[in-house]
């Protein structure tokens, strides 16, 4: 299986602040990568598919880049309603496969 | 609007069995792919299965051992998970999620809760 290592685990930003997570694959994806957010109690809701290509509904300022083994998602201007953790996807074969996920916290 | 609602999750002793199911509206459910994922308290996502919008074909994650097997009745817009001898890891929440190509995991339900416990 394809193994998805985000980095870093958490971090700790203030708003206002440009934030970025990565992700490396185990082995190239071409740009099967989708990131989703997920907030306390609630479930994962999609931010970004086909590594750069924003989902409907979902503010600007999120951002994805990256093809092959390494990509990156970016909240240019940090918003109190985005601290969250977010999680990248490999959707390039079965199984597909999680990040661990990057802790979004207020500093 | 589209729509997932689980059910079917609740406490189970180790080795039991439960099914969940996923209801869906909102779309025309026949015409998607579905996948489960799975989120222990306190961790991160695992994807566990994904099946044909048809159900023709099915994959299933190698670390539930064949325990787990997908399912869907496209007549009652409905996707289902059977889960066989459960253990305490297998305790989480279990979701559901539509799954159109390239656009993964687009819509999600709320999840349900299994608990293994005796």
């Known amino acids: 299986a394809i193994q998805m290592t985000q980095s870093p685990s958490s971090l700790s930003a203030s708003v206002g602040d440009r934030v970025t997570i990565n992700c490396r694959a185990s082995q190239g994806i071409r740009n099967d990568l989708g990131w989703f957010q997920q907030k306390p109690g609630k479930a994962p809701k999609l931010l970004i598919y086909a590594a750069s290509t924003l989902q409907s509904g979902v503010p600007s300022r999120f951002s994805g880049t990256g093809s092959g083994t390494d990509f990156t998602l970016t909240i240019s201007s940090l918003q109190p309603e985005d601290f969250a953790t977010y999680y990248c996807l490999q959707d390039y074969t079965y199984p597909r496969t999680f990040g661990q996920g990057t802790k979004v916290e207020i500093k | 609007q589209v729509q997932l609602v689980e059910s079917g999750g609740g406490l189970v002793k180790p080795g039991g069995s439960l099914r969940l199911s996923c209801a869906a509206s909102?779309?025309?459910?026949?015409?998607?792919?579905m996948s489960w994922i799975r989120q222990a308290p306190g961790k991160g996502l695992e994807w566990l299965a994904y099946i044909s919008s048809s159900g023709s074909a099915k994959y299933h994650a190698d670390s539930l051992k064949g325990r787990f097997t997908i399912s869907r009745d496209n007549a009652k817009n409905s996707l289902y998970l059977q889960l066989n001898n459960l253990g305490a890891e297998d305790t989480a929440v279990y979701y559901c999620?539509?799954?159109?190509?390239?656009?993964?995991?687009?819509?999600w339900g709320q999840g349900t809760l299994v608990t293994v416990s005796s």
């Open positions: 999620a539509r799954d159109p190509p390239t656009v993964t995991l687009d819509y």
């Open positions: 909102g779309f025309t459910f026949s015409d998607f792919y």
